[in-house]
């Protein structure tokens, strides 16, 4: 079993910045592949980021070049660094880990993106 745990959203004006930070407990980290979704209300929940146990990235469309995301397996922690936000980033956003036969979610942060 594992547990992620998310942190670090809140409220930020257009194209400010917010780091999110995802810790794995309970099992081994370094062989899932890691995510970032979000969900807007009335909406899909969307994927955001993807980086696998090597380092290997995607990114949607919408978040490309502005936001980034990275892992240290040795802290069983993925970051994603969301700079130039808009207004349209605003959603609750989840940790995903990912491994045949596995899928975990973290309780999800909200991210809010207003003047």
């Known amino acids: 079993q594992v547990t992620l745990v998310e942190s670090g959203g809140g409220l930020v004006q257009p194209g400010g910045s917010l780091r999110l930070s995802c810790t794995a407990s309970g099992s081994i980290f370094s062989v899932y592949i890691m995510g970032w979704y979000r969900q807007a209300p009335g909406q899909q929940r969307e994927l955001v980021a993807t980086?696998?146990?090597?380092?290997?990235?995607n990114y949607a469309d919408s978040v490309k070049g502005r936001f980034t995301i990275s892992r240290d397996n040795a802290k069983n922690t993925v970051y994603l660094q969301m700079n130039s936000l808009k207004p349209e980033d605003t959603a609750v956003y989840y940790c995903n880990s990912r491994f045949p036969g596995h899928d975990y979610w973290g309780q999800g942060t909200q991210v809010t993106v207003s003047s």
């Open positions: 980086i696998a146990s090597r380092g290997f990235t």
